[in-house]
């Protein structure tokens, strides 16, 4: 079902008020200064129904110019507008910069409505209307239906109702499927009800009884009670203007401007990209960091912008922008918003949000111009795709992903598997979640891989590899090192073995010297038998300490020999390893109890090295410790075999 949200816009005391009051029997000036001073100053809201029983929200919004922050507010989640233009006096400034301001914001869908029509003549009227049309070419206005109204009489308000019913016919359907989004424009309480907000909800669906968050302060909310039109409802659907009413937060802890949503769906920022569009009959042109007002919903908070790819933006041009923002807010990509001058303060232009979240960026980058035009002109998969690609340090998730760029996992699901069977994207398991590589980047990280390995080998010649946990802190050092592991299959050119990355071609390094080295070693541990000996107690033969060493651990990364104990740490060969393994089943096919003493004896070692080898059986979960420091039963690797 259709939900239609309609404004008004236009000058003060050109009858936006009235002409409300005549569609729908209500008035929508509550505050008693309002009603004194005849203006509307905060936002009205009230409904009429069509006569195929759609009901429309409708939003009065104040026309002085000392309240356009509050007349932004109410374009939020706007279908359409009704542009009154009183006939006795025309086009005023405050209707040329609603129009500007509604450009700006996207709403194209307006109907002019020429009020006070029972003030004057018929010829007057007709000569009025075409003096406007004149005024209002090339504007969202030029090809507009006209209404002549008069809100006294009542004259026109049925042709109004029919204008609007024709217009409603071809609005597109609301996008109730992504995340629930909802901007407050009022804040109060009522005594045994509590804390009250309204809004439009521009996306999503909300449900009594739904757990939210308030952005940017992070509260949490659950919703006690719905109305729609002041009727209390089970549910909301974006399009709809919504009274909630929410348990867990005081009235003093909200602000017009917060915006309502899912927990955890919408990630806070304070530096957002966006692309700018000047008005083309502006005084002013956009300098870099220009400290400007940002209104975007119903927030404004104040910004410096950074020109990415012009020195300054003239009237009538575009230009990509960075905003450094003085307070927290919430964004969405395509999220329209309005620049103010700081002093004095007037439209001077508008756009569109790019990155939500953006990270910084340097000016005139050709690369970050590309992602930014990316972002702009792409579709969600392209998004997607330039966010996956210009993180070399993270890997998302969907639900990071979706919080990133404030959408649902719902939406972006099917991009994501469209870049994974193009093979844009790899798709990285861990644990059941999967983690996103983008193909270039699993390219880069390969390259660097092999870099960071050759640079390596040059200052240690006889290494074999470089421990991964050291490769991952140079290069993904933002992900654990399940995940670096779990990239591996994906990077080409280098190989895990162990806790060890080596290049997948490393087999020219064993010269003359190394084998001679290698030889020394082995032969030492072999004639060592089980009486196992600390490192520092093989004799060197007069080869450099850090060569020694190096060739020592290849020999353990390589699986000739093992390191076992803990203090101290002693070297047996494999074999002669896997021999006291043999004992052990052998051992505990007949044996329920071992002790030290019988390892001891059955190798002819000391306890030292007996007691060394029971805690390497420890640790790959061979035997298990009972009462006795000394005693050990068979432990889980055994009892499976």
């Known amino acids: 079902m259709k939900h239609i949200i309609i404004g008004t816009a236009g000058h003060i005391d050109h009858g936006k008020t009235t002409l409300i009051r005549a569609l729908t029997g209500r008035n929508t000036d509550r505050l008693k200064e309002e009603q004194d001073r005849g203006i509307t100053i905060e936002l009205g809201f009230t409904w009429f129904d069509l006569e195929e029983g759609l009901r429309c929200g409708i939003i009065d919004v104040p026309g002085h110019e000392k309240f356009i922050q509050q007349m932004v507010s109410g374009v939020v989640g706007m279908d359409m507008v009704l542009v009154v233009v009183a006939a006795d006096e025309g086009i005023m400034p405050q209707t040329r910069e609603h129009l500007d301001i509604l450009k700006l914001l996207g709403i194209e869908k307006c109907i002019l409505v020429l009020t006070k029509c029972d003030t004057v003549d018929l010829e007057w009227i007709s000569m009025m209307e075409e003096d406007i049309r004149k005024e209002l070419k090339d504007t969202i206005l030029e090809d507009a239906p006209v209404v002549r109204v008069s809100s006294v009489t009542g004259e026109g308000i049925e042709d109004c109702k029919k204008a609007i019913s024709a217009m409603v016919k071809a609005l597109p359907e609301r996008d109730t499927k992504g995340i629930p ?153 395509g999220d329209r918003f309005i620049l103010r001058f700081y002093s004095p303060v007037e439209t001077i232009g508008g756009g569109v949000v790019l990155e939500p979240n953006a990270r910084k960026k340097k000016r005139f980058s050709d690369d970050t111009i590309q992602e930014l035009l990316s972002k702009d002109k792409g579709s969600l998969e392209d998004v997607l795709e330039t966010l996956l690609r210009e993180e070399l340090e993270t890997l998302y998730t969907i639900s990071a992903l979706a919080k990133r760029i404030s959408h649902s996992k719902e939406e ?105 080295m290698e030889t020394n070693i082995l032969s030492q541990l072999s004639e060592a038998g089980f009486m196992l000996p600390r490192v520092e107690e093989l004799d060197r033969k007069k080869a450099k300490e850090e060569d020694f060493l190096d060739i020592l651990q290849n020999l353990v990364v390589e699986g000739q020999l093992v390191k076992v104990g803990e203090d101290p740490e002693l070297l047996i060969l494999k074999e002669n390893l896997d021999k006291a393994e043999d004992y052990l ?5 007949e044996n329920e109890i071992l002790g030290i003493a019988s390892l001891k004896e059955q190798f002819g070692t000391s306890r030292k090295c007996a007691k060394a080898l029971i805690q390497y059986f420890d640790k790959v979960k061979m035997t298990k410790r009972v009462a006795g420091e000394a005693e050990r039963v068979a432990g889980q690797e055994l009892k499976h075999q």
């Open 181 to 333: 989004r909802l901007p407050i424009d009022r804040v109060f309480s009522l005594q045994g009800f509590g804390t009250i907000i309204t809004g439009t909800l521009i996306s999503g669906t909300l449900h009594k009884g739904d757990a939210l968050e308030i952005y940017p302060e992070g509260l949490k909310a659950r919703i006690r009670n719905i109305q729609v039109h002041e009727q209390d409802s089970e549910i909301a659907e974006a399009g709809q203007r919504v009274a909630l009413n929410l348990t867990g937060v005081k009235k003093e802890e909200l602000h017009k401007g917060s915006v309502i949503s899912a927990e955890n769906s919408m990630e806070n920022s304070t530096l957002m990209d966006g692309k700018v569009t000047m008005l083309p009959d502006t005084k002013r042109s956009l300098k870099n960091r220009e400290r400007l007002h940002f209104l975007s919903g119903t927030k404004e908070v104040l910004c410096r912008v950074v020109l990415l790819d012009k020195e300054e933006i003239g009237p009538g041009e575009e230009g990509l922008c960075e905003f450094i923002l003085e307070e927290e807010t919430v964004f969405k990509r």
């Open 412 to 516: 972006i699901e099917p991009a994501m598997e469209n870049l994974i069977r193009e093979e844009r994207v790899f798709p990285v398991l861990v644990q059941k979640e999967r983690y996103f590589l983008h193909k270039e980047n699993a390219y880069i990280l390969s390259t660097e891989m092999e870099h960071v390995l050759e640079t390596f080998y040059k200052k240690h010649p006889y290494r074999i590899g470089i421990p991964k946990a050291e490769m991952r802190e140079k290069l993904l050092k933002n992900s654990k090192q399940n995940l670096f592991d779990a990239c591996m299959p994906f990077i080409s050119g280098v190989r895990l073995e162990g806790e060890y990355l080596l290049l997948t071609d490393r087999t020219d390094f064993k010269d003359e010297a190394y084998q001679r």
């Open 585 to 589: 089943k052998s051992y505990f096919s």
